[in-house]
């Protein structure tokens, strides 16, 4: 390993070696103990301002504020009015149900369109092709790796 020349003329080589080392260690633990000049830690966090007590509060209180609200909403209804009954009949979604239910029957029982036993034919041929385009049999792949498994 090659060392840098001193600058100045020493009496003594391996006195000289033994500082430069000495010196060398030294820079090395100063390097690891530097700190940086720029404060990158993030912003201080101030808990009051992102825990906000009092909207926990109306948050605890707003489903009863709002309860309430529709019980007065419906009692002013009522004393304005003769007090009708609000029971109205779904007919619309039953109609939308019994709507589905024969549209479900239609594709129940409906044919299918795809024809499979052609399909099977179709790539039984192609299979055939693919067989006398290849350049080494198809089979014999099998039958290596199953002779491999048999040592």
Known sequence: MRRAQPILPCGNKYLQLKWDKAKYEEHKKRIQAAKPLVDTSGPAVYSHLHLK??????????????????????????????????????????????????????????????????????????????????RYPRGRCKSQSQKEEKF
Do not use: F
Not at 68 to 91: F, H, P, Q, S
């Open 53 to 134: 007590l009092g909207k926990l509060k109306l948050e605890e209180e707003l489903p009863n504020i709002e309860r309430d609200n529709l019980l007065v909403e419906t009692m002013a209804c009522i004393t304005r009015t003769k007090g009708r009954i609000d029971n109205k009949n779904d007919y619309k979604a039953k109609r939308m149900n019994l709507e589905n239910r024969a549209i479900l029957d239609r594709i129940t029982k409906s044919q299918p369109q795809y024809q499979v036993q052609q399909w099977h034919e179709d790539w039984q041929r192609v299979e055939k092709y693919m067989a006398n385009i290849a």
